[in-house]
């Protein structure tokens, strides 16, 4: 607007420029002639493909500098006063703003703050108040949104609007990591020295530039060879940035261009947006600037930041990405043989970490002990003489279903060629039948062997050295050099469990049945056990039962059928394991697991997916699974021998939001809530393997669930039921004992 202003104006001048094929320079005009030089050079060229974003901040500055100007026609005076002495980067001072806007765009947001500062008593009193002052009100409504000088209200928005470390240095990622200026490079409100302010990072050191300066190999500087600069070290609370950003969000509701152009700009409109109960209003906005490729990488490396913003604006995606990075980092330091030193403020590959706000605190925490319970399950299994059953290979299960066949005729003594032979000693049968068995021992043995070998081998693998490199330059991206240790050092330290959680264990694992150069190759380790056996049960077979017969038939292993069915069933766990379906792009997280299951997920809210409900009964533990039996009438519900429930199975949980509430009794017993009449959730596509109760669904679903009418918040906060849990006798009486 100023630069069409200042256009017309020098159209009207009388010296009009000369004509731009005159090759005489331009002779010395007025100050304004000059100013309208200086605004014309700045302005870009509408060949430049950034030409777009260049004019929306300059719009967007200058239409918050004058927005008395742009808003005048609306019904509702909103009052938004500014201490003295901060400038623009216009370099104009920052001055109180009165504007106006249409009430029923803001009561269009859904937000109770607006409708509690438009209602009869909040009206009066501001009405009054100005009129005590002196003031002529024309509007019909007025609004005060200057933030509270004193008291809690203060303390809880210097909280909420403090910027985590992360956000105040996420200007370097243009430079570092290839991220467009026009989403990260933005000046912040209070921008007295804006000349200064650099777009590319000051390095320290020409030399590391030279050596990484190449693009692939991003990020070019470390953050150590950073030097830190004046004009870019921001507050992490500003009370200019506060109040623009008040402003600027009233604008994006009047239907103005929102310009997100930084990550404090970001995060500060989303913690006024929560706090005024309209985060709708930016929610496509934040969504559009978080995904905008390649500032993706904000959640991988602002993982905690990212997860509480998206949480806010009820961004089903990015909260479940963002939540499968603290989970799985969560879970690590708790398979840890011991506490990491510093876990509070960096995760075991040295990602900083940020003070998340309790309820997302506890969310994590659970979720992370789900999927600790999980991996040790898992890796229980494994080491379990069922590790073949669990995988369903047909040629485990003939096997063993031999050794039944060899076990009972040895125990009948009964041989197919005649049916008195039973009364007969046939000592070539006995010796026969005792040498199979011996052999398929043995056979049974070294399987079991392999297994524990191939398991302890992954266990202490490490990944190849180029992808070590690409881990490593990952980790480059929020470690500084004096606190990078190489991946392989970090995992060389790692528990059993803790590798469960790593890609190069899956890969490893799925590799060794078809590595025939590896000392883990299956045939050259198993090849004379199975020939044994397969000689010696050609020989015993016809003191076998045959194939008239009522049993099975004792058949030969074959060993490569065998090979092949192990290696389709360890690469779908590592395909499961290590390749989520994951809702957005993580490019720098490549380094651990991500895959989390329905019971990991479950404690996200309804809208991403999860069956958290607010009622907090997915943070309870829950009652036996039915099919395990009440063992005898009465008003308790007793079981016979289970298994505890209030730890995760590696199965995928069948629960659903009813499921998951339970009310407690007053002995501690518990039975499931009545189902509530919430609609069932929807379940996106995901991955998942059905097993029965023995076996392991190793297939980490990644359901997601539709977004569904969240609770009423001034309902839930605080709010005490007058129903008590306590169910008496005669109530109890009328539940239904559980099918058997």
């Not at 937000?111 to 005590?132: G, I, T, W, Y």
């Not at 650099?198 to 990020?219: F, H, M, T, W």
Request: glycine share 4%.
């Amino acid at each position: 607007m100023l630069s069409q202003q200042l256009a017309q104006q020098r159209a009207e001048s009388q010296d009009p420029p000369p004509p731009l094929s005159d090759p005489t320079p331009a002779p010395r005009g007025s100050l304004i002639d000059a100013a309208i030089d200086q605004l014309l050079k700045d302005q870009p060229s509408e060949d430049d493909v950034n030409y777009i974003s260049k004019s929306r901040e300059k719009s967007d500055l200058i239409r918050l500098l004058h927005v008395h100007v742009e808003c005048n026609d609306g019904d509702t005076l909103v009052i938004v006063d500014f201490p003295s002495g901060y400038l623009s980067c216009a370099r104009e001072e920052w001055i109180s703003k009165r504007f106006c806007v249409h009430s029923e765009k803001l009561l269009a947001t859904g937000s109770k703050v607006f409708a509690n500062l438009l209602s009869s008593k909040k009206q009066a009193r501001f009405r009054k108040r100005l009129e005590l002052a002196g003031e002529i009100l024309l509007q019909k409504f007025i609004i005060d949104l200057t933030p509270s000088a004193e008291g809690d209200d203060l303390a809880a928005q210097l909280i909420g609007l403090s910027l985590p470390p992360g956000v105040t240095d996420w200007w370097t990622s243009k430079e570092r990591l290839g991220i467009s200026p026009y989403l990260v490079s933005g000046h912040d409100d209070h921008c007295p020295h804006h000349d200064e302010v650099p777009i590319d990072c000051v390095n320290k050191s020409a030399y590391i530039e030279q050596e990484l300066g190449l693009r692939e190999r991003l990020p070019t500087i470390d953050l150590v060879d950073i030097e830190t600069i004046k004009s870019r070290t921001i507050d992490d609370y500003c009370p200019i940035r506060h109040r623009v950003n008040i402003v600027r969000l009233l604008l994006a509701i009047e239907g103005y261009d929102l310009v997100l152009n930084s990550a404090s700009r970001v995060y500060t409109l989303t913690s006024i947006a929560s706090i005024l109960d309209c985060t709708r209003v930016i929610r496509d906005s934040v969504y559009t600037w978080l995904l905008a490729e390649p500032n993706t990488e904000f959640i991988d490396i602002n993982a905690e930041v990212a997860f509480k913003i998206a949480w806010t604006l009820e961004i089903d995606s990015i909260t479940r990405a963002a939540f499968r990075i603290l989970v799985v980092e969560k879970a690590l330091d708790t398979l840890a043989a011991q506490p990491p030193a510093e876990k509070n403020q960096y995760t075991i590959f040295g990602r900083p970490r940020v003070d998340l706000p309790d309820d997302l605190q506890t969310v994590i925490q659970y979720a992370a002990q789900k999927l600790a319970d999980r991996v040790h399950q898992t890796l229980a299994k494994f080491r379990s003489d069922q590790f073949y059953e669990v995988f369903e290979i047909s040629e485990y299960r003939k096997f063993v279903e031999a050794g039944d066949i060899i076990r009972t005729a040895i125990s009948t003594g009964s041989s197919p060629s005649s049916v008195q032979s039973i009364l007969k000693t046939d000592s070539k049968r006995d010796k026969l039948l005792d040498r199979l068995l011996d052999s398929f021992s043995t056979l049974y043995t070294k399987l079991q062997e392999y297994k524990d070998y191939i398991i302890q081998t992954a266990t202490h693998a490490v990944a190849e050295y180029d992808q070590q490199s690409a881990y490593d330059r990952d980790r480059r991206c929020y470690v500084e050099h004096p606190r990078r240790i190489p991946t392989s050092i970090i995992a060389s330290n790692f528990t059993d469990a803790q590798h469960l959680l790593t890609p190069w264990f899956w890969v490893y694992l799925a590799s060794y049945p078809v590595d025939y150069l590896g000392p883990c190759y299956l045939v050259d380790f198993l090849t004379p056990y199975v020939d044994d056996f397969n000689d010696r049960l050609i020989k015993a077979t016809p003191y076998l039962p045959h194939r008239g017969s009522s049993n099975k038939v004792a058949t030969r292993f074959h060993l490569e059928n065998f090979r092949i069915e192990l290696h389709v069933a360890v690469t779908n766990l590592w395909t499961a394991w290590t390749s989520p379906d994951l809702e957005v792009s993580l490019t720098r997280t490549q380094h651990i697991v991500l895959s989390l299951s329905e019971d990991e997920f479950q404690y996200l809210p309804l809208w991403a997916g999860g069956l958290n409900d607010g009622s907090g009964g997915v943070f309870q533990s829950t009652v036996p699974d039915a099919d395990l039996g009440p063992i005898g009438p009465g008003p308790a519900y007793r079981t016979g021998n289970t298994v505890a429930t209030d730890t995760s199975s590696i199965c995928q949980s069948d629960k659903t939001p009813s499921e998951a509430s339970t009310a407690t009794l007053t002995a501690g017993r518990s039975v499931n809530a009545v189902p509530s009449n919430m609609g069932p959730s929807t379940v996106h596509d995901g991955t998942s393997v059905s097993t029965s109760d023995s076996r392991i669904s190793f297939t980490p679903a990644a359901s997601t669930a539709g977004s569904t009418a969240t609770l009423d918040r001034d309902d839930s906060d605080g709010y005490e039921s007058d129903d008590s849990d306590e169910i008496d006798e005669d109530a109890w009486s009328q539940v239904e004992e559980p099918l058997t």
